[in-house]
């Protein structure tokens, strides 16, 4: 049930311009709100910031961004974000991730760029287990320099994933081209834009999403590229500075971003405004997107991500002032909607709140991410949840959290114990986990039993005698994921 309507009330935010502001709820006496929730930030008080989400479960979202200016991966587990190990890019002096899109919880993909001795794609993708590096391709032209950067994926199926971005040629000219790579669930390939997008300034792709493998997205500053299954061509042609797009249905698709602003030439200026467009299958048509200013310190408000769970619940967020933006699509329209901000001294030159992504999973399950600055200037992620008081989110499915050895070495003939924890209490059944071992001279029962309501259990690993140092691979399965752990098997 969509979360909009009268009912809440503690902040109301007055309107400028077009739309309106209305607080939130789901039904009738139901409160919804958004809130702020912690998430880890880097070692370094800078350049920490949260660029995308995605939420799959009510106890599993993934964040993607950058932690003291390298890439940086976040999982929310139904308790607390914490920051997910990933590998390095080699060489880097930084690196950043920009989009993330998942089709289930064990095909998650995150792309960005990374700079080595130029900028190159950069493409991650998590298996139910680990993230790992994917080789990506780079535009390529001799004599000229080339920044390829990704800002987007969007995971229609395993074998079937779209990411986008752009490549400047020369950067001097700011000559570019729309930046279009495919996975066809073994290669990612380039993939060429139409011929009339090469060497126009304004090319570069920063959103893409889409319905089917023949019915696909992809929007930037100027133009709004579809894919019909064979080729890229152009279906529309709008000023706007698109950042982002939610593809609903074959004959709607929602887009937004934010208008340029203008420099008049009898002075003053018009400031830049968020908008927002729908295809209805033939043409796009503007809708109302509310624009505020004033009411978290002066400035623009700008728009920056979509999320749309269907033809009448969308989000979109930005900022506006120092603050955070929020609006909300229902059947009536688009409305502002009051949401928090992690610094709140908008009188000080450095705070400031900005979203830039967001994901809509249920009605009452929203998050949106970005980056806060503090009155001493200190960057670090942001991020907002949207519940509602009345439906809390479901209690977390329980899958398995970590395998664990005690001792991790041990002489053969004697044992060893291994524990296995779940993320959450098992269910009412129990949780049974199957267990294997990769060496003969380690043995573990075929199966490990979790009591319901427990996190853990423990088995016995039995050894036997060996002529020389072994290594046996314990590895445990539940709810399609596995863990493992490594026991040194030594010589009497």
């Known amino acids: 049930m969509v979360c909009i309507g009268a009912g809440v009330a503690a902040l109301t935010l007055p309107a400028v311009g077009l739309g309106s ?27 920490n910031r949260l660029e995308a989400v995605v939420s799959l479960a009510a106890n599993d979202a993934w964040a993607v961004g950058w932690l003291g200016g390298q890439a940086a991966i976040e999982h929310w587990d ?11 890019v080699a060489g880097a002096s930084q690196s950043r991730l920009l989009g993330i899109d998942a089709s289930s919880p064990s095909d998650v993909w995150a792309v960005g760029y990374a700079i080595t001795s130029s900028y190159h794609t950069l493409t991650m993708h998590w298996n139910g287990s680990v993230w790992a590096i994917v080789a990506s391709p780079d535009q390529s032209f001799p004599g000229q320099t080339v920044i390829n950067a990704l800002n987007d994926v969007a995971v229609l199926a395993p074998n079937d994933v779209w990411a986008v971005g752009g490549d400047i040629r020369n950067f001097n000219a700011q000559a570019s081209e729309a930046l279009l790579m495919h996975w066809d669930g073994t290669n990612w390939t380039l993939a060429t834009p139409p011929d009339e997008s090469f060497n126009t300034a304004s090319a570069s792709r ?56 203008v420099v008049l030439s009898e002075g003053g200026q018009i400031p830049p405004s968020p908008f927002a467009t729908r295809w209805n299958g033939t043409l796009w048509t503007p809708t109302q997107l509310p ?8 400035g623009a408000t700008s728009v920056r991500a979509v999320d749309a769970r269907n033809a009448t619940d969308a989000w979109a967020v930005g900022s506006t002032g120092k603050g955070t933006y929020v609006a909300h699509l229902d059947a009536t329209g688009w409305t502002q909607t009051p949401s928090p901000d992690a610094a709140t001294n908008y009188t000080s030159e450095f705070v400031h709140n900005d979203l830039f992504g967001v994901s809509a999973r249920a009605a009452d399950d929203v998050w949106a991410v970005g980056e806060h600055v503090t009155t001493s200037g200190a ?97 445990a399965t539940y709810g399609g994921l596995s863990r493992s752990a490594t026991l040194t098997i030594t010589r009497r």
């Open 291 to 298: 624009y505020v200013d004033g009411v978290k310190g002066f």
């Open 206 to 261: 920063f959103a893409i999403d889409g319905v089917s493998s023949s019915d696909v997205w992809a929007l930037g500053t100027i133009g709004e590229l579809r894919w019909n299954g064979s080729r890229w061509a152009y279906a529309g042609n709008t000023s706007q500075a698109t950042l982002g797009v939610s593809a609903i249905a074959t004959n709607d698709v929602i887009a937004v971003g934010t208008t340029p602003g």
């Open 21 to 47: 502001t209305r607080a939130a709820a789901a039904v009738t006496g139901t409160s919804c709100q958004w809130s702020v929730v912690d998430a880890p930030s880097g070692a370094l008080p800078y350049a």
């Open 379 to 475: 960057e670090l992620p942001l991020v907002l949840h949207y519940t509602c008081g009345t439906n809390p989110p479901p209690p977390p499915v329980a899958t398995l959290a970590a395998v664990a050895l005690t001792p991790a070495s041990t002489v053969g003939g004697t044992p060893s114990t291994v524990t296995i924890t779940l993320t959450a209490p098992a269910p009412a059944s129990g949780a049974t986990v199957v267990l294997r071992s990769s060496q003969t001279k380690a043995t573990v029962p075929a199966t490990a039993f979790v009591s319901a309501g427990a996190t853990s259990t423990t088995v016995t690993v039995s050894t036997q005698r060996v002529a020389s140092t072994r290594t046996a691979t314990i590895t």
């Open 78 to 88: 139904g308790t607390a974000w914490a920051i997910t190990p990933i590998p390095s």
